[in-house]
T-cell receptor
Framework: RKEVEQDPGPFNVPEGATVAFNCTYS??????FFWYRQDCRKEPKLLMS???SGNEDGRFTAQLNRASQYISLLIRDSKLSDSATYLC?????????????FGKGTSLLVTP | EAGVAQSPRYKIIEKRQSVAFWCNPI?????LYWYQQILGQGPKLLIQ????????DSQLPKDRFSAERLKGVDSTLKIQPAKLEDSAVYLC??????????????FGSGTRLTVV
């Protein structure tokens, strides 16, 4: 089983739509969880951290279910500028100095 | 705050040649990482440094890849000899770890390597 697995994508949605991405991770000892965004031919950039209680940043909501080892990202009212690849990220383990494992990413295309 | 600096931005080499990449992390970030990102995949960790010591190099192909961070600040990653499958973007990142929590990475803009 891969350490971080994401929806295969791509997701093509119209502007204004709500879209959800899912991710599962294999290491039950993981402590840090993030969503990164990567634009075409650019480096990944931190979108948001994911906390156990769930957290929201504007149109973006992240949820964590430790029992199911499942992470989600919800984007409401999609904008054209949301088109990018979204990477689910989990720390490797507590003994590795907090290195992060990245999923393959899910591609989102928001169309007019 | 200055970001993570990497050079060169692009490099094209022939297989069996050698190549080196350079990274300067954000000031004060003790932890530095090198990742390899092949087209269509997520970044894969190659090596992690804490100051000038290696924390994790379990996924570094040590027969051809090497990395160092001699003074605990900037770092170089070398490939010798390169193979076609090494074509990828090499990303350097640094992070602030405090109180047992990783506050997330800042990546450099990467070096796009093409091996022909």
């Amino acid at each position: 089983r891969k350490e971080v697995e994401q929806d295969p994508g791509p997701f093509n949605v119209p502007e204004g739509a709500t879209v959800a991405f899912n991710c599962t991770y294999s290491n039950s000892a993981s402590q840090s969880f993030f969503w990164y965004r990567q634009d075409c031919r650019k480096e990944p950039k931190l979108l948001m951290s994911v906390y156990s209680s769930g957290n929201e940043d504007g149109r973006f909501t992240a949820q964590l279910n430790r029992a199911s080892q499942y992470i989600s990202l919800l984007i409401r009212d999609s904008k054209l500028s949301d088109s990018a690849t979204y990477l689910c990220v989990v720390n490797k383990d507590s003994n590795s100095g907090y290195a992060l494992n990245f999923g393959k990413g899910t591609s989102l295309l928001v169309t007019p | 705050e200055a970001g993570v600096a990497q050079s060169p931005r692009y490099k094209i080499i022939e297989k069996r040649q050698s190549v080196a990449f350079w990274c300067n992390p954000i000031s004060g970030h003790a932890t530095l990482y090198w990742y390899q990102q092949i087209l269509g995949q997520g970044p894969k960790l190659l090596i992690q440094f804490q100051n000038n010591g290696v924390v994790d190099d379990s996924q570094l192909p040590k027969d051809r890849f090497s990395a160092e961070r001699l003074k605990g600040v900037d770092s170089t990653l070398k490939i010798q000899p390169a193979k076609l499958e090494d074509s990828a973007v090499y990303l350097c990142a640094s992070s602030l770890v405090s109180g047992g929590y990783n506050y997330g990475y800042t990546f450099g803009s990467g070096t796009r390597l093409t091996v022909v």
